[in-house]
């Protein structure tokens, strides 16, 4: 059964770097559309980006464009997610999940693939 392990949050100041990365095991990620999401303190969950396995379409939310980086290595079973330019507001909760697709309407994490997610705190 397919297990995703995210590591790479922590404390940065804005306008700094995280890279996250996501870690399949037990299961190839090969035949899946795979999405990073978070979960703030009162705030509705977010879809941050999703990536498609066959084509490597993407998805990003209009908050994260032009400042996150979805990208895969299938053969590696491993979804990184590059996020530059960061902002206060982009704390939170960060976990992948296997997803339906790379459109906003499918960039939504398939119930129970879920990993148990890095914290992001952007702060100075």
């Known amino acids: 059964q397919l297990q995703l392990v995210e590591s790479g949050g922590g404390l940065v100041q804005p306008g700094g770097s995280l890279r996250l990365t996501c870690t399949a095991s037990?299961?190839?990620?090969?035949?899946?559309?795979v999405g990073w999401f978070r979960q703030a303190p009162g705030k509705d969950r977010e879809a941050v980006s999703c990536?498609?396995?066959?084509?490597?379409?993407?998805y990003y939310s209009d908050s994260v464009k032009g400042r996150f980086t979805i990208s895969r290595d299938n053969a590696q079973k491993t979804v990184y997610l590059q996020m530059n330019s960061l902002k206060p507001e982009d704390t939170g909760n960060y976990y992948c999940?296997?997803?339906?697709?790379?459109?906003?309407?499918?960039?939504?994490?398939?119930?129970?693939?879920r990993g148990q997610g890095t914290q992001v705190t952007v702060s100075s």
């Open positions: 999940a296997k997803a339906y697709g790379a459109t906003y309407r499918l960039c939504v994490p398939e119930r129970g693939s």
């Open positions: 037990g299961s190839t990620l090969d035949w899946y559309a």
């Open positions: 990536i498609k396995s066959r084509d490597g379409s993407t």
